[in-house]
C-alpha cells in the first residue's frame, strides 16, 4: 500500500564501501528525485528524473549514480564511501515534475563510519 | 542571497496562539509553492498549496506576496500536535522543487 518505498531504512557501512538504495513509487507518476538531508536538516535535490530519464543532477560527486530501470523506480548507487556522505536520504515522487506536489519515501539514514 | 530562506526559529508559543512564518524566494519566475511539514526522524508531508489569492485550510492560511517575492502560513488556536519542522517548497521550474531549510515550531501546554 506504501505509495513511496525505499529499502533499507537505516543502512550503516565503512568508509570506502559501495552501496545501494532502492527507491519505488506505486502511484504512476512520471517524475521521481533524490533529495538528501544533512545533519542540520537541509533538504537539497540531488537528482531528479522523468520517465526514466535524467533531468537534473545538481552538484553531487559522480560517486552518487543514480539509475532508473523504468518509470516507477529509481535507485540510488554510492560508490568510495565518505564520512560526509552520512546523512538522511529521501526519495520522493510527483506526477509530472512540474508544479505539483512530492510525495516521499520515509527516507534512508546512511551512517558510514 | 539564497533561493528560499526561513527563519529556523525556534518559534516556542503555548497552546491556543496564533503563530505565524515567512519564507522569501529569489527566482521572481517561480511558479508554485507549498508548505510541508516534517516530524522529527520522518518525512516530509504536504501541508498545503499556496495560491495567489491565499487559501485557507482550517486553522491554517497561507499567503502569497509575489511583489516582495514571499509566502507565509499562519496558524491559529495552535495545538502541541502542532509541533514540527515547517518547510517552504518554492518550485522555480520544471523539475527543480527547492526546499527551504525550514522553521521550527515547539507548542507548549
Known amino acids: 500500500d506504501t505509495a513511496v518505498s525505499q529499502t533499507p531504512k537505516y543502512l550503516v557501512t565503512q568508509m570506502g564501501n559501495d552501496k545501494s538504495i532502492k527507491c519505488e513509487q506505486n502511484?504512476?507518476?512520471?517524475?521521481m528525485y533524490w533529495y538528501k538531508q544533512d545533519s542540520k536538516k537541509f533538504l537539497k535535490i540531488m537528482f531528479s528524473y522523468n520517465n526514466k530519464e535524467l533531468i537534473i543532477n545538481e552538484t553531487v560527486p559522480n560517486r552518487f549514480s543514480p539509475k532508473s530501470p523504468d518509470k516507477a523506480h529509481l535507485n540510488l548507487h554510492i560508490n568510495s564511501l565518505e564520512l560526509g556522505d552520512s546523512a538522511v536520504y529521501f526519495c520522493?515522487?510527483?506526477?509530472?515534475?512540474?508544479?505539483?506536489?512530492?510525495?516521499f519515501g520515509s527516507g534512508t539514514q546512511l551512517s558510514v563510519l | 542571497r539564497k533561493e528560499v530562506e526561513q527563519d529556523p526559529g525556534p518559534f516556542n508559543v503555548p497552546e491556543g496562539a496564533t503563530v505565524a512564518f515567512n519564507c522569501t524566494y529569489s527566482?521572481?519566475?517561480?511558479?508554485?509553492f507549498f508548505w510541508y511539514r516534517q516530524d522529527c526522524r520522518k518525512e516530509p508531508k504536504l501541508l498545503m498549496s499556496v495560491y495567489s489569492s491565499g487559501n485557507e485550510d482550517g486553522r491554517f492560511t497561507a499567503q502569497l506576496n509575489r511583489a516582495s517575492q514571499y509566502i507565509s502560513l499562519l496558524i491559529r488556536d495552535s495545538k502541541l500536535s502542532d509541533s514540527a519542522t515547517y518547510l517552504c517548497?518554492?518550485?522555480?521550474?520544471?523539475?527543480?522543487?527547492?526546499f527551504g531549510r525550514g522553521t521550527s515550531l515547539i507548542v507548549h501546554p
Open positions: 502511484l504512476g507518476h512520471d517524475t
Open positions: 520522493a515522487s510527483s506526477p509530472d515534475g512540474t508544479n505539483e506536489k512530492l510525495f
Open positions: 527566482n521572481s519566475a517561480s511558479q508554485s
Open positions: 517548497v518554492v518550485n522555480g521550474g520544471s523539475y527543480i522543487p527547492t
